[in-house]
């Protein structure tokens, strides 16, 4: 059997970091023009470039998004960014629109094209179509079914890769074309620039009857009938690599870097168990409970989209565990860990902390210093630097989150 490659997300570079820090074999990022999520902090040229030397030192992949569709007055200024982009040494470009990937075909020599999930290729047949083409792979349409990928793997080239989302946020459209954005605030969510109104709260009115708001469910805070549950397929490993699966895209780039970490690092060790041929550790479910998601789904893998539409029954985010620091470096002689807070932590605090490859290990807050190595009781201020006893060995990169 093949085995996948892990494929995560990045709005920035400190995500792009954390990404490939816990295990990811390939990145998707980015950069300031022509990608879906326009408000992301995402990747100038130079660090796009920054970006995949980082990732080639580590044996990693970076793969740039191009995927939103352009107007025609938009394609001069596509052709200047193609220029710029072709030194940098991207492995990948993702693209939905026809035009673009011509553009990019002619234009981009030094990459391969992927095609992304807003082209909704959903059957064997427009799956060929892109490989003979020129393109190298196909992210799947997230409304199929694991019997429909099965019968595309076998019906298509088998150069040619299959990419599928597996974790995170998913869409109440096709694929992700929707036009609510543009309707409600003018924002092209097929730009780049989602409001994510899927998100808001909906009531209803019969037409004469315009003072009569109806919900179409009994919550006491409204209806979020466009709001659709988070994918978890974590727990079907097996079952996405005999259906010949060659990417496992996790969801997220305008999620934290702690989100990157944990996600990345969960899939990375129940892939690699699998393939060991050891049982899935039911503590990497739990690790993805400490992520900020909605309710958990396994998309439509395993339902057709008219028998269930994965709408969420319940409002907002389940939150993830505090982000408290990372690791910067590791004094073994003295156990003194130099840490940056992201969020404030006291002495005597119940922490976990999280290394890749590992789930989270619960320890005490011991000693804190600041820079000049003077007792403190906490961390207050927003990217300190301070120093911790650690009562184990940590290494650069590791997490400090709450219990």
């Not at 694929?175 to 409600?184: D, F, H, K, Q, V």
């Not at 780039?253 to 996600?263: G, L």
């Amino acid at each position: 059997m093949n085995k996948p490659e892990i494929l995560s997300p990045a709005g920035n570079f400190e995500k792009l970091k954390f990404a490939s820090l816990y295990g990811a074999d390939a990145v998707y990022f980015a950069g300031e023009r022509f990608g879906m999520r326009a408000m992301a902090d995402n990747f100038t040229v130079d660090e796009i470039k920054s970006a995949c030397d980082l990732l080639h030192r580590d044996g990693k992949k970076g793969y740039l998004t191009l995927n939103t569709m352009p107007r025609s007055s938009e394609l001069s200024a596509l052709e200047e960014y193609l220029e710029k982009i072709d030194s940098t040494g991207v492995d990948a470009v993702i693209v939905a629109d026809l035009g673009v990937f011509e553009l990019v075909r002619k234009r981009l020599q030094s990459a391969e094209i992927h095609i992304s999930t807003q082209g909704a290729n959903m059957n064997y047949a427009s799956c060929r179509m892109w490989h003979d083409l020129g393109a190298s792979r196909v992210v799947l349409a997230r409304e199929l079914s694991l019997e429909d990928i099965a019968e595309i793997r076998a019906k298509t080239p088998r150069e040619l890769e299959l990419e599928a989302f597996v974790h995170g946020a998913m869409c109440v459209s096709i694929s992700g074309r929707c036009l609510l954005s543009e309707y409600y605030t003018g924002r092209d969510a097929n730009r780049g620039a989602c409001a994510q109104p899927c998100r808001w709260i909906y009531n209803f009115a019969e037409e004469k009857r315009p003072d009569d708001l109806l919900t179409a469910e009994l919550h006491p805070e409204g209806t979020y009938i466009f709001g659709s549950k988070d994918m978890n397929l974590i727990e079907h490993i097996p079952e996405l690599v005999s259906a010949g699966i060659d990417s496992l895209k996790i969801e997220g780039r305008m999620k934290s870097a702690y989100y990157t970490a944990v996600v990345t690092n969960a899939y990375r060790m129940a892939l690699d168990s699998y393939f060991d041929g050891r049982e899935l550790d039911e503590r990497l479910c739990r690790e993805l409970d400490s992520v900020s998601h909605r309710e958990y789904c396994t998309g439509y893998f395993f339902t057709n989209p008219h028998e269930s539409s994965n709408l969420a029954s319940t409002s907002g985010y389940q939150r993830e565990k505090a982000f408290l620091a990372t690791v910067e470096e590791y004094d073994e002689s003295t156990g003194m860990a130099l840490c940056r807070q992201r969020n404030k932590m006291c002495k005597g605090d119940s922490v976990e902390l999280l290394t890749p490859g590992e789930v989270g290990k619960p320890m005490t807050v011991g000693a804190l210093y600041n820079e000049k190595r003077e007792s403190i009781d906490s961390t207050p201020h927003a990217q300190m630097l301070f120093w911790a006893q650690m009562p184990f060995d940590v290494k650069a990169g590791d997490v400090i989150r709450g219990a």
